[in-house]
C-alpha cells in the first residue's frame, strides 16, 4: 500500500503498510518489528480519520478537565438515559450502539466532545487515539475496531475498568 509515518509512543517510526502479498515490516533506525495488524488508523489512510487524530492530538489540555463537565455537553447532542449510558443496549452490559446516517462523523463528534481538555495520544498498539481527562478517566477513539467493523468510543477509569463502550452503526 505505501510508506507513512507513525507518532506511535510518541516517536517517529518509519513504516511500510500491509503489502497484497502479507508482509508488513515496521522499522525504526534499522530495526525491525512485526507489524501484521489491519485496524490501525494508519492501515486505512482516510484522509478524514487521520486530520481528526492529529488535531485531537495537538488541541489544548486543560488539567481540570473532567468527564462530568464534558458529559453535560455531550447529552446536549446524544441521548443518555438515566443511569448515563448512552445509545441502545448493545452485546453485554456497558456495551451501547448509536445508529446513525454517518457512524463515523459521529463518533468522531462524539469523542472530541467527551474527551475535551483531555490529554490525547495515540493508543500503544495505534488503533486509535485516547484521552487522559484530569480526573482520571480515560476516552478512547477506535476508527476501525475489530468488532462490529464500526467505530467505537470506550470510556474507562484509568486502571482499565470499562465505564461504556459505545458502537456507532449505520441507520
Known sequence: MGSGISTKYEKTYFYRLKEKDGDSIVSE????YECSDTHTVE???EEAVMKFCEGMIKRTVYEESSYSRNLLNVSQHFEMNKQGYFGRTGEGKKVRVIETDKPMDSAMHFYSEISEGGATS???NHHGIVSQLGDGIDVYFRPYPKTLGSPAVEIKV???ELIQKIHFIQR
Request: charged share 30%; aromatic share 30%.
Open 29 to 32: 533506525k534499522g530495526n525491525r
Open 43 to 45: 492501515f486505512y489512510k
Open 122 to 124: 495515540y493508543t500503544d
Open 158 to 160: 484509568c486502571f482499565g
